[in-house]
């Protein structure tokens, strides 16, 4: 089964909210890790990664943080995915002719191939610009379906965390309507 690992993961939650941010924005890792709930050791670790290979630049000292190295048309989930964790084979079959036995015999072999081919097609054109419009779209639509269903750019914990404070400063939305 292919599984994407945590840092990966991690990582393209972390590019797609900066995607998402205005052009030329830098980000703080704070605003990164409330946005993607990510801890924030591991996503610091994580952009260093990214920075060293060409997808962040980073900014230290006051006013410091993150910003898209390269336009978000150029960078793709493929990329992204196989910098942080190597190449993608659906099958052992596929790492090289003659890696496995039977890859001239074997009547799934063909399959195998057509698969990984259409599916690393797809993460090919999928990119920082394309994921970051889709999630503006869904959260402009959680926004007027769900006014609570914040997850990209305000995180499940912040807005959790909002909300705890408002019941502590007065109460819930009924108590406002009734002491009107």
């Not at 941010?21 to 924030?40: C, L, N, R």
């Not at 002719?97 to 698969?115: L, N, Q, S, T, Y």
Request: glycine fraction near 8%.
């Amino acid at each position: 089964m292919f599984r994407l690992s945590k840092g990966a993961e991690y990582a393209i939650r972390g590019l797609v909210y900066m995607a998402m941010q205005p052009e030329g924005k830098v980000s703080y890792i704070e605003e990164i890790v409330k946005a993607t709930d990510v801890p924030q050791p591991y996503l610091a670790k994580l952009f260093q990664t990214l920075a060293k290979k060409g997808f962040v630049r980073s900014y230290r000292g006051p006013g410091g943080g993150f910003l898209l190295a390269r336009p978000t048309s150029d960078i793709t989930l493929l990329e992204i995915i196989e910098t942080m964790e190597g190449k993608i084979f659906l099958n052992d079959c596929l790492i090289h002719k003659g890696f496995c036995d039977r890859d001239e015999i074997c009547p799934v072999h063909e399959i195998w191939k057509e698969a990984e081919a259409r599916f690393l097609d797809v993460l090919k054109h999928s990119t920082l610009y394309k994921l970051a419009e889709a999630g503006r779209v869904k959260e402009k639509k959680a926004g007027t379906a769900r006014p609570s269903a914040k997850h990209s750019v305000i995180s499940r914990t912040a807005y959790r965390a909002s909300e705890q404070s408002r019941i502590r400063r007065g109460g819930t939305h009924a108590k406002r309507r009734g002491s009107g």
